[in-house]
């Protein structure tokens, strides 16, 4: 059983920050992709940044130089410091991970967490 639980959402003003983190546990046997998913109301699912284990990051354009991806390989964790936060950033979160476990290879998802940025 592999587990991702999320915390650090919340309410910020525009030009806050804020900093999520993930904890993957359970029967992962190779970690590929760990990152963060949003899905804004009324919008699909977009992917905000990824990193894998050697440190290969991605960024969604608009997050490019506000978002910062890193993670803890130790503790099969992810963070995403989030900089000048803007009201199109706001959405719940999704923590994803691209892992092999013994069922195979396939993508696991967190519950959500909400981010609003709002005066």
């Known amino acids: 059983q592999v587990q991702l639980v999320e915390s650090g959402g919340g309410l910020v003003q525009p030009g806050g920050s804020l900093k999520l983190s993930c904890k993957a546990s359970g029967n992962i046997l190779v970690i590929y992709y760990m990152g963060w998913y949003r899905q804004a109301p009324g919008k699909a699912r977009e992917l905000v940044a990824r990193?894998?284990?050697?440190?290969?990051?991605n960024y969604f354009d608009s997050v490019k130089g506000r978002f910062t991806i890193s993670r803890d390989n130790a503790k099969n964790t992810v963070y995403l410091q989030m900089n000048t936060l803007e009201p199109e950033d706001t959405g719940v979160y999704y923590c994803?991970?691209?892992?092999?476990?013994?069922?195979?290879?396939?993508?696991?998802w967190g519950q959500g967490t909400q981010v609003t940025v709002s005066s």
């Open positions: 990193i894998n284990p050697g440190g290969s990051t």
């Open positions: 994803y991970g691209d892992f092999s476990s013994s069922l195979g290879r396939r993508d696991y």
